[in-house]
Structure formats: C-alpha cells, structure tokens
C-alpha cells in the first residue's frame, strides 16, 4: 500500500511498561529525526499506539525501535499492521 510518493503507512501496538515513561516523547522525537509524520497516543488498556507514514526504511527503523522503546520503557509485545496511506497524509508528528 504505497502512495504515489513511495510512502507507506504502519500502525502499532505496543505493550508493556510503556505509560509514564517518556514512551511518546521519545517516539515522536525518533520519527521527526527519520522524517515520518503520524502519532503516538496513550490508549485506556495501558498500551500506546503509533500511527506513522513515510519511506518504508524509515518505517522499519522506528519499528525496531519501538521493540525496546526509551531506557525506562519494558516493552513486552509490539503488534504491526499495514495501512493505506490516508488522503491526505498527516503532517508532522504528534502525541496525544
């Protein structure tokens, strides 16, 4: 599912000690630097989703990190899926 720009778009789960401990922050920090756009949101089971769009490498980098997450973070499961890109494309990258 690629857009006309080679972007793609990937939603994850991530599970654990992920709450409270500067899990979205970090996050949002990492995919500015890969120059994805997206969010990362706290969600009412305790895990945190992100939602990102950009260059398919880019995508991979973060979902590797995502797999440990900030030193404080105790990530215990990271669930990916593949979505179409919207229309439009988020900018930027948030938290919430």
Same mark, same amino acid.
């Given at each position: 599912? =690629?857009?006309?720009?080679?972007?793609?778009?990937?939603?994850?789960?991530? %599970?654990? %000690?992920?709450?409270?401990?500067?899990? %979205?922050?970090? =996050?949002? #920090?990492?995919?500015?630097?890969?120059?994805?756009?997206?969010?990362?949101?706290?969600? @009412?089971? #305790?895990?945190?989703?992100?939602?990102?769009?950009?260059?398919?490498?880019?995508?991979?980098?973060?979902?590797?990190?995502?797999?440990? #997450? @900030?030193?404080?973070?105790?990530?215990?499961?990271?669930?990916? =899926?593949?979505?179409?890109?919207?229309?439009? @494309? @988020?900018? #930027?990258?948030? =938290?919430?």
């Amino acid at each position: 599912m =690629t857009d006309a720009n080679g972007n793609r778009a990937r939603r994850w789960r991530v %599970r654990g %000690r992920v709450q409270g401990v500067f899990f %979205r922050a970090s =996050t949002r #920090g990492l995919a500015e630097q890969l120059s994805l756009a997206g969010h990362a949101r706290n969600l @009412p089971d #305790g895990s945190v989703e992100v939602f990102a769009v950009g260059a398919p490498g880019a995508l991979d980098q973060l979902g590797q990190w995502l797999q440990h #997450g @900030p030193r404080m973070a105790e990530v215990d499961a990271v669930e990916a =899926t593949e979505e179409p890109v919207p229309d439009p @494309p @988020p900018s #930027g990258f948030r =938290t919430g």
